[in-house]
């Protein structure tokens, strides 16, 4: 069992910066995907990036150059660094893990879910 705790979110006006947390209860740096998925009122949820164990990261085009995806293998914390910020990017964000080294490429596989964190842009 991996629980994920999800923190940082926030209200800030365009063009501002969040960090967004997700720790983990226990190590999953060797074995687990870890992603940051979000959800606006209204719309489906989609993915936004995610890292694999060896470090390999991927974004969705809507962040891409905008938000990083990080961990800290220590702290046994995962990061979404969140620049330019546009009122589009409002929404619920999780944080999500799968036992395994490849990132999928669909969200039903991500079996450990963090409570989310809500992130909120004005114009």
């Known amino acids: 069992q991996v629980q994920l705790v999800e923190s940082g979110g926030g209200s800030v006006q365009a063009g501002g910066s969040l960090r967004l947390s997700c720790v983990a209860s226990r190590s999953i740096f060797d074995s687990y995907c870890v992603g940051w998925f979000r959800q606006a009122p209204g719309k489906e949820r989609e993915g936004v990036a995610d890292?694999?164990?060896?470090?390999?990261?991927r974004y969705a085009d809507f962040v891409q150059g905008r938000f990083t995806i990080s961990r800290d293998k220590d702290k046994n914390v995962f990061y979404l660094q969140m620049d330019s910020l546009r009122p589009e990017d409002t929404g619920m964000y999780h944080c999500?893990?799968?036992?395994?080294?490849?990132?999928?490429?669909?969200?039903?596989?991500?079996?450990?879910w963090g409570q989310g964190t809500q992130v909120t842009v004005s114009s």
């Open positions: 999500a893990a799968v036992s395994a080294g490849l990132c999928p490429l669909d969200d039903p596989t991500f079996g450990y």
């Open positions: 890292i694999n164990t060896g470090g390999y990261t």
